[in-house]
């Protein structure tokens, strides 16, 4: 009969170290709402004002404004294209209404993942976006 004992631990691997941070911070409560408003439009001036000393919130909050100001000029740039496409004929106008809504679906698509990597404490530089409004950082 043999007696089974766990073996020792290895040697070659050291204990996990307390202090080391994870490479997303948690967001807390009232963060999380930052977070939040950060990306939702005219809103994201709420977080900007308010957290002036939060580096994080700021970052996310200029991230959120630039994207809607981006996507303003971008909808309002598709309008004035389906107007004018639609003075000449309806089918144009029909292809420039379906460019609308795509780019209705990427700003929402861009407005989701920035909410998501805000809320678990990432910083995602948009693509077009992030590096123009975050350039001191």
């Known amino acids: 009969m043999s007696d089974a004992t766990p073996p020792p631990p290895d040697p070659a ?3 996990a170290d307390p202090a080391a941070t994870p490479a997303s911070a948690p967001v807390g409560q009232q963060d999380t709402v930052m ?11 709420v977080p900007l004002l ?6 994080f919130i700021q970052w996310h909050a200029r991230q959120g404004i630039g994207l809607t100001i981006a996507m303003f000029a971008v909808f309002f740039v598709i309008v004035i ?8 004929s309806g089918i144009l106008a029909l292809l420039a209404n379906l460019l609308l809504l795509a780019a209705a679906v990427g700003w929402l698509v861009l407005t989701i ?3 998501i990597k805000a809320c678990s404490g990432e910083k995602w530089l948009m693509p077009g976006i992030g590096p ?5 950082d």
Do not use: E, R
């Not at 939702?40 to 001036?45: D, K, N």
């Not at 308010?50 to 580096?55: E, F, N, S």
């Open 35 to 45: 977070c939040v408003l950060s990306y939702l439009g005219i809103l994201s001036l």
């Open 81 to 88: 294209f389906a107007v004018i496409l639609a003075l000449i």
């Open 113 to 115: 993942m920035g909410i």
């Open 13 to 15: 691997t050291p204990p």
């Open 132 to 136: 123009i409004v975050n350039k001191q």
């Open 50 to 55: 308010a957290k002036k000393d939060d580096p």
